[in-house]
């Protein structure tokens, strides 16, 4: 990658997702030197009241207990091959979840967060969990979403969907190239729309630019797909495909939306295995 380190962050609830997740992150950065920053935010005793009924353990409480969980998440860590490019630091705040992740996305110059969902639990429930959610929506970093029985594959297929109404800012094109050179992945740009026509002005422009920047380099083709439902045509790519990540733009809120967060059916399964990859300008 471009710089000599990295800094990723992974809050933490010490869940088997939420070590899913760093698992998943120890791989894909296996490569680079990386300081992996393991954040864990409790809610301040004011910030609960307004939230919950429960009892909320003292300060000494809480703390002594995250300390004793971290203790416990460093020794497992050890499981880990030996990367000496690897370091790892633990935080513990208190506070709300998206205003202390801000805080530390600009304290520590974070590059990437990578957090863990648990998906739906039933086809009628949101996508993604509300934690995740806020932190995706809310929080200007490029974000690894690693759904909970999501395990580590080198992403060798990327698929990038778009409608091509979206000009692509040079950060969001060199964080694209960044994942697809470090990975040596093809990437995969689609197009879902109702039917086939032919593409606007802008959309043209859109296309050649995100063609141009990738260049010779980088392997990367287009394709289209014609389909009433997105979620159902990003379902059929993945499989047919064999798509490895979903690389996505948060300011495209039409896709966005729709493919992460919108009610779905049985039949969408993406969701439950396949990483996304959320950009922001």
């Known amino acids: ?3 000599d380190m990295n800094n990723i962050l992974i809050p933490t609830d010490f869940s088997d997702n939420a070590w899913n997740a760093l698992d998943y992150a120890v791989s894909f950065f296996k490569k680079e030197e990386c300081s992996f920053y393991l954040l864990h935010v409790s809610a301040s005793e004011m910030v609960a009241s307004g939230i919950t009924s429960e009892i909320i353990m003292s300060p000494f409480e809480e703390k002594t207990t995250v300390s004793k969980r971290f203790t ?8 880990f091959p030996t990367n000496k490019k690897h370091h790892f630091f633990t935080l513990h705040e208190y506070g709300y979840l998206v205003d202390t992740i801000r805080n530390i996305v600009a304290e520590k110059s974070i590059d990437y967060i990578v957090m863990g969902t648990k998906g739906a639990s039933g086809w009628k429930e949101r996508t993604i969990g509300s934690n995740t959610g806020d932190v995706i929506t809310k929080v200007k970093c490029p974000i690894l979403v690693i759904p909970e029985k999501a395990t580590y594959i080198k992403p060798i297929e990327i698929a990038f969907p778009t409608d091509y109404n979206l000009q692509y800012r040079s950060k969001v094109l060199n964080t694209i190239r960044t994942v697809v050179a470090t990975s040596d992945a093809n990437f995969r740009i689609l197009h879902i729309a109702k039917k086939e026509k032919e593409l606007s002005e802008l959309q043209k422009e859109n296309k050649n ?6 260049g010779d380099t980088l392997k990367h083709s287009f394709h289209f797909l014609s389909t009433a439902n997105i979620e159902e045509g990003v379902q059929s790519f993945v499989e047919s495909s064999n798509i490895n990540m979903i690389t996505m733009i948060a300011k495209n809120v039409n896709f966005f939306q729709r493919i992460l967060f919108r009610p779905t059916v049985e039949k969408i399964s993406y969701h439950t295995h396949i990483p996304f990859f959320v950009l922001h300008e």
């Open 209 to 214: 630019l995100l063609d141009d920047y990738l």
């Open 1 to 3: 990658m471009a710089k």
């Open 72 to 79: 416990d998440l460093r020794e497992k860590i050890k499981q």
